[in-house]
């Protein structure tokens, strides 16, 4: 089974530009979580969707950052503008919890590690 | 508001030694409790994970933890420490689980380094 597919794994861009990072879920899982970790920080809760439907984005920073999860597959999380203090490793993560299924654990990617200069 | 706590920042223990990392959580009730494993350029790994019954909890590679309430802990413990297990370990807390949700709160992390 593959896991959790993030991409670009590093992005650099400049302040002002937009970047969109790709994660692509374990196959089957409905629950889809964005979760970011500033350097020197704790990694940080942003959104999770259910399916399609955003469930809880009460992590999200700001209005310049927008998740899709068109058709309940894979994800983007778009950012635009970028500033300096987005810069960090966003990670996705999937799992198949759901009633009765509460101890399904999270499976997590990679890593997108994004720097903003 | 749940928190959780990870003292150590970096941890260096020698190969075949002991190891305990420290957590400590703060939540208003009875907590889902996990320990992470990141190892270099891979996402996070779950080692184990306490949601209830024995307090004792044990995971892969050869890690246990032990869920104290009287504390607020969940310390992660592996008696015998081999090279490979060099990575950096996260402890997070997650609320009740219903109909979906792993929203979980994590420490800042402990850098373990294991010297030959």
């Known amino acids: 089974e593959a896991g959790v597919t993030q991409f670009p794994s590093h992005s650099v861009i400049e302040k002002g530009q937009t970047v969109t990072l790709r994660c692509d879920p374990i196959?089957?899982?409905?629950?889809l979580y964005w979760y970011r970790r500033v350097m020197g920080k704790e990694i940080k809760f942003l959104l999770h969707?259910?399916?399609?439907?955003?469930?809880?984005e009460s992590g999200m920073p700001n209005n310049r950052f927008l998740a899709e999860r068109t058709g309940g597959t894979y994800s983007t999380l778009k950012v635009q503008p970028a500033e300096l203090e987005d810069s960090g490793v966003y990670f996705c993560?999937?799992?198949?919890?759901?009633?009765?299924?509460?101890?399904?654990?999270?499976?997590f990617g990679n890593g997108t590690r994004l720097t903003v200069t | 508001a749940q928190s959780v706590t990870q003292p150590d920042i970096h941890i260096t223990v020698s190969e075949g030694a002991s190891l305990e990392l420290r957590c400590n959580y703060s939540y208003g009730a009875t907590p889902y409790l996990f320990w992470y494993v990141q190892s270099p350029g891979q996402g996070l790994q779950l080692l184990l994970k306490y949601f209830s019954g024995d307090t004792l909890v044990q995971g892969i590679k050869g890690f246990e933890a032990e869920f104290k309430r009287s504390q607020s802990s969940f310390n992660l413990r592996k008696p015998s420490v081999h090279w490979s297990d060099a990575a950096e370990y996260f402890c997070?807390?997650?609320?009740?689980?219903?109909?979906?949700?792993?929203?979980?709160?994590f420490g800042t992390g402990t850098q373990l380094k294991v010297e030959l």
């Open positions: 196959s089957g899982h409905d629950n």
């Open positions: 993560a999937s799992s198949q919890e759901g009633r009765g299924r509460r101890d399904s654990p999270l499976h």
């Open positions: 969707f259910v399916k399609e439907s955003k469930q809880d």
């Open positions: 997070a807390v997650g609320g009740r689980i219903t109909g979906g949700g792993n929203k979980l709160t």
